[in-house]
Nanobody
Framework: QVQLVESGGGLVQAGDSLRLSCAAS????????MGWFRQAPGKEREFVAT??????EYTDSVKGRFTISRDNGKNTVYLQMNSLKPEDTAVYYC??????????????????WGQGTQVTVSS
């Protein structure tokens, strides 16, 4: 069982930066694929970024602006978000899943989810 708690969301202006954090419980954090997803009002939850070991993958709309990283010693995964845009406004969720040999962007492949943190970007 893994419990995930996100923090770091807030209200910012376009062009600003935010860093989201996700603290995980448990002693096997390093074995999990960690991902960030987001869900805007009226839309489905969508993949943002994922990481396992030294591998990372991003959705096209955030490449070059967002960076996912993890600190296995602190059981924490981060999402550094730069050059934020109004279309980045959403609830951001941290997720953990078993590594299946490749990084996955599918919601269904992640077992554990945090409660979400709101990110609002004003124009």
């Amino acid at each position: 069982q893994v419990q995930l708690v996100e923090s770091g969301g807030g209200l910012v202006q376009a062009g600003d930066s935010l860093r989201l954090s996700c603290a995980a419980s448990g002693r096997t954090f390093s074995t999990y694929v960690m991902g960030w997803f987001r869900q805007a009002p009226g839309k489905e939850r969508e993949f943002v970024a994922t990481t396992w070991s030294a591998e990372t993958e991003y959705t096209d709309s955030v490449k070059g602006r967002f960076t996912i990283s993890r600190d296995n010693g602190k059981n924490t995964v981060y999402l550094q978000m730069n050059s934020l845009k109004p279309e980045d406004t959403a609830v951001y969720y941290c997720a953990a899943g078993r590594y299946i040999g490749v990084l996955t962007i599918r919601v269904s492949e992640y077992t554990y989810w945090g409660q979400g943190t709101q990110v609002t970007v004003s124009s």
